[in-house]
């Protein structure tokens, strides 16, 4: 019997440390970086293409135009990826574009809610790529997770970075 109180002492406390990520951890935010050897001006209106997304993120399997706005800040996509086998659909609305500056996007996949804001910077005849990534749960049992899973998140969102200047530097 004492033997029982001690396993369901130790599963208590662990479960408690588990939910109480939730509370001091209700996002995650990181930066990444890239340097690409093209000019500013080649580099965004490749990014800016949603259509040739693909060419960078081999889990897109297709790209469709939602909705589209005059000044492109409001305009909608829908993406289809390939996760684990299956496809997943979400939709991904520009929140702000500003040409050859920066480009915000915002998505929801399940609970997950993601924003990353992309700014472009001119160096000599390079261009500055920089990521600011947001991740934001909406609902409380993933949002405990956040802390398991933002080094894979950060991984993958450098991979898609490299894969973006692989792809600019390779026309």
Do not use: H
Not at 10 to 21: C, E, N, T
Not at 40 to 51: A, H, I, K, T, W
Not at 79 to 86: A, E, I, P, T
Not at 148 to 158: A, S
């Amino acid at each position: 019997m004492k033997r029982v109180k001690i396993i369901l002492g130790i599963i208590i406390v662990f479960s408690l440390a588990f939910f109480s990520i939730g509370l001091f951890v209700p996002e995650i935010n990181y930066s990444k970086e890239i340097q690409i050897d093209k000019p500013l001006e080649e580099v965004f209106g490749l990014f800016s293409n949603q259509q040739l997304a693909s060419e960078w993120m081999p889990e897109i399997q297709s790209v469709t135009t939602v909705k589209t706005t005059p000044e492109v800040t409001g305009s909608i996509f829908n993406l289809v990826v390939k996760d684990q086998g299956k496809e997943v659909s979400f939709e991904q609305k520009i929140l702000d574009f500003e040409v050859n500056k920066k480009i915000v996007l915002f998505s929801m996949v399940g609970g997950l809610v993601k924003r990353d804001a992309y700014t472009f910077i001119a160096k000599d005849s390079r261009t500055i790529l920089k990521l600011n990534a947001n991740f934001k749960s909406s609902n409380y049992i993933l949002g405990c997770m956040f802390p398991f899973v933002k080094g894979r998140l950060e991984k993958q969102d450098l991979g898609y970075l490299q894969n973006f200047k692989n792809y600019v530097e390779s026309k």
